[in-house]
């Protein structure tokens, strides 16, 4: 089986990662020549540059292909151009998606031309975050030239964009993210914006960060829906499908390494928790219990969990952690919590990546003063429910 992978976003690039760790050849094909830059070289991974029409894609596909779509979820056209083509060769065709971030902030609006619409009829200065890609389409804004801040790229072909387009260069802005809530709420007082546009980029795109700078100054927020889609996996569960697909899970459980059961005094040490799910929820309970100062961070507050910071994750959450757990349900934000996390020298348990956790969470057994701890190689967790069950009983029974 042939694997094409059709990228520009952060997932399509940790996928890129995945396969080659797994010692899976692919080909990756990004549209723009920042795509290709920010690929750093994977073993087996080939990257292609450059736009491609539905007849350029299908002369690349055959039968025996599993097209992989992991582009942007605004970018509808090139999504309906791959189902297209894999239509007409035979190709396999499976949907990347990012989650879409639960919110219920600003004003929505269907599209860019609603957009323009909306921006026409309500005065002040503008920070412009989605992009250069439809940016023409602003210039039918009155007064744009003296309204609107484009945030985009900072490549040239870009900025030479923005300039032919009327955008005076003191209104360019010209900067590669991520961007933290600080960052945001910055460029919105240095503009003076008193309007946030933006599109549904998901946690990985940096949405609730911007969301958190809108609050933050008390500005207004426009929102640009996302395209609607039916059906596809998020990245945690296009790896799951792969590894059954290829047969990497068996190998993944001949290798996993044995965890040795490391017990460790939490009185009084900061643990930051970032997610707010069952999973986080589980987990800070658990190291309050054994005293630890918990600092619980996610971009929305749900029934689960008591949230601290109410926001997106950030590098500074990490500062003075003795420890950490990535439970949030995007597979790519808990990947920077792990590369951060690596480069602070934190421990960190990352709820859906065994191979990026430096510890393990184990079931933890509590009786007679005593505590045990049980984990297996991340294969076997009815086998571990079962032994923590049993352990727990005869504990039970020494009181």
Known sequence: ???????????????SRFLAANGVPAEVFV???????????????????GRLDENEIAARLDADTLLIDATHPYAALVTDN???????????????????????EGETVPDTEAAVAWLSRHPGKVLLTTGSKELEAYTAVENFAERLYPRVLPSVGVIQKCASLGFPGSHIIAMQGPF???????????????????????????????????????????????PREESGRSLAEMQAFLREELGLAEERRQTAPLRFPLFVPLEGRRCAVFGAGKIAARRAAVLR????????????????????????????????????????????????IAEDCASLGIPVSVADSA?????????????????????????????????????RRVLEEMT
């Open 31 to 49: 549209a723009t020549e920042y795509g290709a830059a920010v690929m750093e070289p994977m073993p087996g991974i080939t990257v292609h540059e």
């Open 82 to 104: 791959l189902r297209t083509a894999c239509a007409k060769t035979g190709a396999r065709y499976e949907r990347l998606l990012r989650p879409a971030l639960r919110h219920g």
């Open 180 to 226: 933290s809530a600080g960052m945001n709420a910055a460029l919105i007082r240095q503009t003076g914006a008193e309007i946030l546009v933006t599109k549904d980029t998901g946690a990985t795109g940096g949405f609730a960060e911007k969301l958190a700078a809108a609050r933050e100054t008390g500005i207004k927020t426009l929102i640009i829906a996302r």
């Open 1 to 15: 089986m042939r694997i094409c992978v059709f990228s520009g976003t952060t997932e399509g690039h940790e996928l």
């Open 355 to 391: 191979l990026e956790s430096t510890f393990f969470f184990p079931a933890v057994c509590e009786g007679a003063e005593l505590t045990a701890g049980v984990v297996s190689r991340g294969t076997s967790h009815a086998k571990t429910a079962e032994a923590a069950r049993r352990i």
């Open 289 to 336: 219990r054994f005293g630890a100062c918990v600092t619980v961070t996610a971009p929305e507050k749900r029934a689960e969990i008591e949230i601290n910071l109410c926001r997106g994750y950030e590098k500074s959450d990490l500062s003075g952690a003795f420890l950490a757990v990535a439970a949030t349900d995007d597979r790519a934000v808990n990947h920077r």
